[in-house]
Every structure is written in structure tokens, then in C-alpha cells.
């Protein structure tokens, strides 16, 4: 694993390399701190009447920041390192370009040499990137040694001329991404006064194997690998709230049954009980489960420890109830029922059991998926025999459709800051994983793998519980 480095210099490395006080760049007098990240806005001043407002994550409409990211700046002595200096500088573009919030300039645009060019505020030639519209502008430069790799980033404010951000980092030669995403991660802290979704994982069912097993990825698609090797089914995976766990519905026994699985471990619960077990969900905050049961008659929503012991029946009717979602600061819980003749979602809160129901609209209504912000749930409808990923308010305002005339689209499933839904679709002929902005905008493929792919289930943020 990489490791962040305090901002000082170090025997060996070019005095060009390392002249910047590396820490996040003082707020102009006046300006309050409570402001710039509790309020999820950065204000930055370059004249007595001009302010800088980077990223408000609660706009309706999010305006993408033009960014400028030359190739990296190679400052290993007498080493050509042309391929690995664009290998990072691509790495970085794309990490960044996943969430939404950036427009990535065009380098064949740029004016000047990366590897003759200033790196810090000082020796920068700003006039060089704001005519391209670049508001944002990201530096970084490199030392390859053997199997030793250090990298220093810097994040500019091109119209104040002002570095806002600057980190250096050393790892082993294949740490480069991770050192990346951790820098990105302080970028996206520092213009949205949130964290970011880099060390989060999606897990999915493939059938890439010829059976339906849980694979995982990183957040935007890259290292899949296979969970499960039952050589049998298992759908509906979900995370655990400190990412150390996940449960899904397993067939190898001949019917379907919860599992609860600790990642890194070989060893696995199942949670054995007579029917049917599908459609787990995790508490936020505790080690326990909502899961849909059939052994005391038709399927209804309990709650389990985290063990699997059944610790009590949640939902009261003699209809369907499954797939149950809980809201963030698990209160409440959305699941689909019967109940009123066709799949329906229903919100019911924990305590005193008062249960609404919140879709009228399309015939079948599945899949409802809490937004991590608790104000809206994602949802998979149909009213004309195709499926589409759909929003709701809590208090039934919309539903805004989001996904239109591709296929069918189910299984959405929120990034854990609530800015991006992936979801499954068929509008490649397939089923793949795709995600988008939660506004709907910049739907693509997240992977492709031999079969098919299903039911998307997106972590929390790893290593930060």
C-alpha cells in the first residue's frame, strides 16, 4: 500500500522537484473555514471583487469544471520514462472525469512542453491555460527507482494563480493507482467539502464462469475479480456498513438462503431456515440484517444479527414483502409488497411499525434503493413492459425517470455520496453494469466481462470505518 509522506524534501530528489510547502492552501482573510467545507463550497479570493466557487454537490444542475491535466513531468535523472509519465497523467484524468464534476481538456490543446514547464505557482505560465477555458489545472511529476516510485501532485486555481492543493506520496511501482485515487480523494475533499468515492468497491452477480457468482471491482470497474465460487446461484449482494461483510441469496443447497460472508476469510454463514431467504440489507451503523423470510409463511422482512439469528419479524401482512433498504440513519426501511395487487414500494418505520406506500405510478415497482443523503430513493419501474431506473422523494414527489428507451434498466444501486447510481441494463443486448450521474446524465458501461452481469451493490468507503 502506498504511504503519504510529510511535505519535506529528501536526500536525492531534484531541488526542482520539491520547493512547495505541501499543505492545503490558507483561506484568504475574512473567508470562514466553516464555509468553504462544511457548506460544500470553496471560495477563493484572486482580486478584492472576484471570488472563486468551486463545487456545490446540492446544485440541481452540476456545472463540470473545464481541467486541465498535462502528462506527468518526469524527473528521474538520465531515465526516458515517456509511457509511464502518460500512464499516470491518464490515470489521474480518468479517476477524476469518473465522478462527474470535471471536464477533461484535450491535451493536444495545450501550449506548452509538460517536461519544460513550471511546477509550482511561482514559474507557471497561467496565461497559458486560461485562454483554453482550463479553470482548474493539475501538475504532477515523478521519480522512478527500481521499484520505488514517488509522485507529487499539485492542484492550481488557474484564474487566481494560486496552488490549492499539493501532495507528495511514495509507494512500490504498482502502488501508482492507489497513490492517485488518494490524491483524488483530497481533491474532491477539498472542492466539495466531502469525501470521495475512490476507495469504494461495487460488488455484482457475473456469469462469466456459466454461473451466477458474485464478482467485485473497484468503483469504476478496474481489478474485477470473482467473490464466490459456488457453481451454483447467488443474487442480491450486499455491503455491510464497514465493508467487511457481505450477505447475498445463495442456491447451492437447491433453494435459496442467506449468506453472510466476512471478506478476506474463507469460511461463511448460512443461515439455515426452512423457505425461501433472499434480498439481504444491512443496518447502517450495526452489525445486523434486514433480509426477506419465508419460513413462518409467505415472504416477509425480518430483522437478523449479524450472525444470522432471527431476531424479529418487521413487516405484518399477509401479502410479499422483499427487498427492504434502509434509509441512512436506519429509522426507517423501503421494501416492495403485493400487497396492494401489484410490486409496490412502501416505507415503514422501525419504530411504531407505520407503513405508507410511496409508488402509484407504472405497474410494477422493484428495487428500491435509499439515497445516501435520505432524501430520495432510486427505484427499477415498469408501466409498458420494459424496465427504467426512476427517483422518488421520500414524501412521494416525482418520480423523475432517469434512464429512457434502452432496454431494460434495473437494480440501481447509490455511490456512497450519494452523486452516481449504477444500475444493470440490456441496452447492449446483455445485461452489463452501467452508472451514471443521479441526476441521469453520463450513463456508460462500468465493465465488460465474458456473460452477463446483475444486481450492482456499491460499498461503503473502505478503510475509513
Known amino acids: 500500500m502506498c504511504e503519504l509522506n510529510e511535505p519535506r524534501a529528501r536526500e536525492g530528489m531534484s531541488k526542482a ?54 502528462v506527468f513531468r518526469n524527473m528521474t535523472p538520465q531515465e526516458d520514462q515517456a509511457n509511464l509519465a502518460v500512464a499516470l497523467s491518464d490515470i489521474l484524468a480518468e479517476t477524476l472525469d469518473f465522478t462527474g464534476f470535471f471536464k477533461m481538456l484535450d491535451r493536444a490543446s495545450f501550449l506548452e512542453d509538460p517536461q519544460q514547464a513550471g511546477l509550482t505557482d511561482t514559474t507557471i505560465n497561467f496565461q497559458n491555460w486560461t485562454p483554453l477555458g482550463a479553470e482548474l489545472l493539475i501538475k504532477g511529476a515523478f521519480q522512478s527507482r527500481g521499484d520505488i516510485l514517488e509522485m507529487e501532485l499539485r492542484l492550481f486555481d488557474t484564474f487566481s494563480a494560486r496552488m490549492l492543493l499539493g501532495k507528495r506520496y511514495t509507494g512500490r511501482a504498482d502502488d501508482q493507482r492507489p497513490m492517485i485515487r488518494r490524491f483524488c480523494d483530497e481533491v474532491i475533499l477539498l472542492l466539495t467539502g466531502h469525501p470521495g468515492i475512490f476507495t469504494s468497491e461495487i460488488a455484482f452477480i457475473s456469469t462469466t ?87 413462518e409463511g409467505n415472504p416477509m422482512i425480518y430483522l437478523l444479527s449479524g450472525k444470522g439469528k432471527v431476531l424479529k419479524r418487521l413487516t405484518q401482512h399477509w401479502g410479499i414483502d422483499v427487498a427492504p433498504a434502509w434509509s441512512p440513519d436506519g429509522k426507517a426501511f423501503a421494501f416492495v409488497s ?9 416505507i415503514q418505520e422501525v419504530e411504531g411499525g407505520n407503513v405508507r406506500r410511496l409508488t402509484f405510478e407504472g405497474n410494477y415497482n422493484a428495487a428500491p434503493a435509499w439515497s445516501p443523503r435520505g432524501d430520495t430513493l432510486a427505484y427499477a419501474g415498469s408501466s409498458n413492459g420494459h424496465f427504467d431506473i426512476l427517483l422518488i422523494g421520500v414524501e412521494g414527489k416525482g418520480p423523475i425517470q432517469l434512464t429512457q428507451e434502452a432496454g431494460n434498466n434495473e437494480s440501481p444501486a447509490w455511490s456512497p455520496d450519494g452523486n452516481l447510481i449504477a444500475f444493470s441494463s440490456t441496452r447492449e443486448g446483455p445485461s452489463r453494469i452501467y452508472v451514471m450521474n443521479a441526476n441521469g446524465t453520463d450513463q456508460r458501461r462500468l465493465l465488460l466481462l465474458k456473460g452477463e452481469q446483475t444486481d450492482p451493490s456499491w460499498s461503503p468507503r473502505l478503510g475509513s470505518n
Do not use: M
Not at 470473482?226 to 442480491?236: D, R, S, W
Open 338 to 346: 403485493d400487497r396492494s395487487g401489484s410490486p409496490q414500494i412502501y
Open 209 to 295: 464462469t456459466g454461473n451466477k457468482e458474485v464478482y467485485l471491482a473497484d468503483f469504476d470497474g478496474y481489478n474485477p475479480r470473482q467473490f464466490t465460487n459456488t457453481g451454483a446461484i447467488t443474487l442480491f449482494p450486499a455491503w455491510s456498513f464497514d465493508g467487511k461483510w457481505l450477505a447475498y441469496t445463495d442456491y447451492r443447497r437447491g433453494r435459496p438462503e442467506l449468506v453472510i460472508d466476512k471478506i478476506g476469510e474463507k469460511t461463511a454463514t448460512i443461515v439455515d431456515l426452512k423457505g425461501t431467504s433472499t434480498t439481504p440489507a444491512w443496518v447502517p451503523g450495526e452489525f445486523a440484517l434486514a433480509a426477506s423470510l419465508s419460513y
Open 17 to 70: 522537484f520539491c520547493p512547495v510547502n505541501f499543505r492545503k492552501i490558507a483561506l484568504p482573510k475574512g473567508v470562514s473555514p466553516t464555509i468553504a467545507f462544511v457548506l460544500s463550497l470553496l471560495v477563493l479570493l484572486s482580486s478584492p471583487c472576484h471570488a472563486r466557487v468551486y463545487i456545490d454537490i446540492n446544485a440541481p444542475y452540476l456545472r463540470k469544471i473545464p481541467t486541465a491535466i498535462p
